[in-house]
């Protein structure tokens, strides 16, 4: 987030809708050709501007302002179209009005950075509770810490002042987190079209959100914004883009053991991400081939508090790669508002998507798929030739967030989601978490292996994932769509196969009852169940939490609550 040099989570940045405008030819029976669906490959390059920078003496002003400067240049060298989201005590200033105002309305869009400083508060008729005119903590810098009385105050103050210096209010509205009753109510009264919120991670910065519906896009629920809504009356019609450009193989695990997460993201201050020019090409030739159902998508840019001298080499190793997929048209530059306005055209509920990893960086064998729905989130990783579920978590409208009603009181804020498979909570550096294949070989269990797996988006909202398994086992499949997932082995290993969870030994767990045709937990207060109609649940040892068995060969997961639709 915005931790700054030490910290991890340098946010919202980048902006720049990539979309992939080129069209195959499918073949049907009679031979007449048709287009295939295009897939959007999206990217923003958001960059956020803040006043002033309360923890570091030398990160005046004026250099933030230069940084600012600074990356417009960069992006006007490359023609690269953008969003800048302004913090309210940046709004004012008269700089970053006459700087703003001189961009091209058509290659640039101005929005809201929804951080709260001290004169937003004051003029909304607050008291200031900050130790500096910004403070960064969730009970002070956003809106968690405000009552939804005071929330609609504070949105009102800046959208009056907005409108006064650019003559219309903003369409896009960002932060590392907005609440579900700031968000309804900036969009009811002021027609906004899209926002933003953090990439998942855990307590970076002293923010944590966990479990939600990973990267891409999605609708919030009206009374949690961070997870989608499961029924189109009850979400709030702005679609909400994960920002940062999270690494799909290795920012889930950084941070075993520890009480926050590392950064690994496509943010330029990264030396071993965003700033390597190998990670960026790596990045996005994973975004450009792998299958992402619908529209693949991230977010370039960067914070301004970075200052430009820590950002400039991934900067201005970004934009060229950047503005050639886009010259190549594998990439399309978009503006915030324009993927949001391109969102909700196409979708009126959440789509299911994935993300892809095809191939991983220098000699690593991992691949991953991380797939969405608005019921649940699947993370498959390929390792060293095993394979295991490293995270399901669902969403369920029954869990509202911490803050519908009330304002935080602590300096950091949680947003969770419900855990089946946590492979970062659950695990240690020494354990390590996660939902395993097995089968057995000549008396003993041992984990199923196999070569690359090939994944194919056969029908909307469905995903097929094609797992060749060794030595002359067969193929595992597994087909996954919004509400569950199938999972199917042919060949050798079709009748002793299944699959086994195993944590660290002091997880904290939700499971209450793991017998024949599900399994019942509670987290958060919450009840709920994953149930099976074709396979069994048992405990079959002391190491391992839960087995999953298949009948007859065929093993369906359901991931929907049966009361939601």
């Not at 219309?168 to 079209?193: A, C, M, R």
């Not at 691949?367 to 989130?377: I, L």
Request: hydrophobic share 35%; aromatic share 14%.
């Amino acid at each position: 987030m915005m931790i700054y040099i030490k910290k991890s989570s340098a946010l919202l940045m980048a902006g720049a809708i990539l979309v992939l405008c080129s069209f195959s030819l499918v073949t049907r029976v009679d031979k007449t050709p048709v287009k295939a669906k295009v897939k959007p490959k999206i990217v923003n390059i958001v960059n956020f501007i803040r006043l002033l920078e309360p923890r570091d003496p030398k990160v005046t002003e004026d250099v933030l302002y230069q940084t600012v400067v600074k990356q417009v240049e960069i992006m006007n060298k490359y023609k690269l179209r953008g969003t800048f989201l302004l913090q309210y005590d940046a709004l004012m200033d008269a700089r970053y009005q006459k700087l703003l105002k001189s961009l091209p309305a058509g290659s640039f869009e101005i929005g809201a950075w929804w951080e709260i400083p001290q004169p937003m508060v004051e003029k909304a008729g607050l008291k200031w509770r900050g130790r500096y005119p910004w403070d960064w903590h969730a009970n002070i810098g956003f809106s968690t810490g405000y009552t939804p009385q005071e929330r609609e105050k504070l949105a009102d103050v800046y959208m009056q002042d907005f409108k006064k210096i650019f003559g219309y209010y903003p369409k896009s509205v960002g932060s590392w987190f907005i609440d579900e009753h700031t968000l309804n109510y900036l969009y009811q009264k002021y027609k906004i079209v899209a926002s933003s919120n953090c990439k998942d991670q855990y307590g970076t910065d002293g923010y944590t959100l966990w479990g939600g519906y990973w990267n891409q896009a999605y609708y919030p629920s009206k009374v949690n914004s961070y997870m989608p809504a499961q029924h189109a009356n009850n979400q709030i019609p702005v679609p909400i883009f994960r920002m940062l450009g999270s690494d799909p193989v290795r920012q889930y695990d950084t941070g075993f053991g520890t009480t926050w997460q590392g950064v690994i993201t496509l943010e330029p201050v990264y030396p071993k991400a965003g700033g390597s020019a190998e990670w960026v090409n790596w990045f996005f030739k994973q975004l450009v081939n792998g299958e992402s159902m619908e529209f693949a998508y991230t977010q370039a840019g960067q914070e301004n508090s970075f200052t430009w001298d820590a950002m400039s080499k991934g900067f201005e190793i970004q934009m060229p790669v950047i503005a050639k997929l886009r010259d190549e048209k594998k990439l399309k530059v978009e503006t915030l508002l324009e993927s949001g306005t391109w969102f909700r055209k196409h979708y009126k509920i959440t789509p299911a998507t994935s993300i892809t990893v095809n191939e991983d960086l220098g000699n690593s064998d991992r691949k991953t798929v991380w797939f969405n729905s608005r019921f649940y989130r699947a993370n498959l990783l390929w390792e060293k030739g095993t394979l295991r579920f490293r995270d399901i978590h669902l969403f369920n409208e029954k869990l509202p967030s911490d803050y519908l009603t009330k304002k935080v009181e602590t300096n950091v804020c949680s947003f969770y989601t419900l855990p089946f498979v946590d492979g970062y909570l659950w695990s240690t550096p020494k354990d390590i978490a996660g939902l395993r294949f097995k089968t057995v070989e000549n008396g003993k269990e041992v984990l199923l292996t196999g070569g690359d797996p090939k994944v194919t988006n056969p029908a909307a909202g469905k995903l097929h994932i094609a797992w060749p398994l060794k030595p002359s086992n067969g193929t595992l499949t597994i087909d996954l769509d919004e509400k569950k997932v199938v999972i199917k082995v042919t060949g050798k290993a079709s009748n002793n196969w299944f699959l086994d969870l195993n944590v660290a030994g002091k997880a904290d767990l939700p499971f209450k009852k793991i017998a024949g045709s599900a399994i019942s937990c509670q987290f958060k207060g919450l009840d709920y169940r994953i149930s099976t109609p074709n396979g069994s649940f048992s405990k079959p040892n002391d190491s391992d939490i839960f087995r999953v068995k298949p009948n007859a060969n065929v093993l369906t997961l359901n991931f929907a609550d049966s009361e939601v639709n």
